[in-house]
């Protein structure tokens, strides 16, 4: 597995709640790209507010956040039922933000087994990220 899906995945799960945030992320992204000066506007600039606006509107990473939240809460739905180890783990880890102490202290870990149980979940929804599309390999 990619170190950028590692992250992505992480970061999806940390926010999986409030996607807003990332939404945000977005936003600003493209605020930041924005060229709001007259000589830019006479111009013809392609980075006016109004195309910054549509871009923004169309962009690929907003639907990729909606789709990445939509399939994680489905997933979380299933390892409830089918990993119930997963599921608690996600659950303390990414969406209560625990400390990994208070983390292997709840679950009974110690350091080496709670690094493999994050790298499992870790690797299981990149597994079926794959699976549902979200994540072209190539």
Same mark, same amino acid.
């Given at each position: 597995m990619k170190q950028d899906y590692y992250r992505k995945i992480e970061r999806y799960l940390y926010h999986l709640y409030e996607p807003e945030v990332l939404v945000e992320d977005v936003r600003q992204y493209y605020i930041?790209?924005?060229?709001?000066?007259?000589?830019?506007w006479l111009r013809g600039s392609s980075n006016t507010l109004e195309n910054?606006?549509?871009?923004?509107?169309?962009? @690929? #990473?907003? =639907?990729?956040?909606?789709?990445?939240?939509?399939? +994680? *809460?489905? &997933?979380?739905?299933?390892? @409830? #039922?089918? =990993?119930?180890?997963?599921?608690?783990?996600?659950? +303390? *880890?990414? &969406?209560?933000k625990r400390t990994d102490e208070d983390?292997?202290?709840?679950m009974q870990l110690d350091?080496?087994?709670f690094?493999?149980?994050?790298?499992?979940?870790?690797e299981c929804i990149y597994i079926k990220a794959?699976?549902?599309?979200?994540i072209k390999e190539g």
């Open positions: 930041d790209r924005m060229n709001l000066s007259p000589s830019a910054q606006i549509v871009k923004m509107m169309d962009s @690929k #990473q907003l =639907k990729e956040i909606q789709e990445w939240v939509e399939f +994680l *809460k489905n &997933l979380l739905a299933f390892l @409830k #039922q089918e =990993k119930p180890r997963f599921y608690g783990f996600i659950r +303390l *880890k990414y &969406l209560r983390i292997k202290s709840v350091t080496k087994t690094r493999e149980l994050k790298k499992e979940v870790i794959i699976l549902e599309g979200l």
